[in-house]
């Protein structure tokens, strides 16, 4: 290479906005699986179809009146295509 020249690495874009992880994930699963899922622009609607789990339990878990399962919770993070650290947190 010429001097003063560097070699300039080209970045591609995902063709859906990547999910915020762990460092920027709240305290409880539902307050993570409501930003996973807006990150990637789904209804719970659509996370229901893709994980099996109802879109009544998915709205539990987002208001805080219930919280998955190790089970549930490997479902959602599937669907979310994230970790199940990601849903759970690492408490």
């Known amino acids: 290479m010429a001097e003063g020249t560097r070699n300039k690495k080209t970045h591609t874009t995902c063709a859906q906005p990547r999910p915020v992880h762990t460092r920027a994930m709240r305290n409880h699963p539902g307050q993570n699986i409501r930003a996973l899922r807006e990150a990637l622009q789904l209804r719970q609607h659509d ?3 893709k ?4 879109v009544n339990l998915i709205s539990r878990y987002e208001t805080r009146k219930g ?3 190790l089970k549930t919770a490997r479902k959602l993070a ?3 295509k994230c970790s199940i650290v ?3 947190g690492d408490a």
């Open 86 to 88: 990601d849903i759970l």
């Open 51 to 54: 994980s099996g789990v109802s």
């Open 78 to 80: 599937k669907a979310l």
């Open 47 to 49: 996370v229901a179809a």
């Open 67 to 69: 919280e998955p399962t």
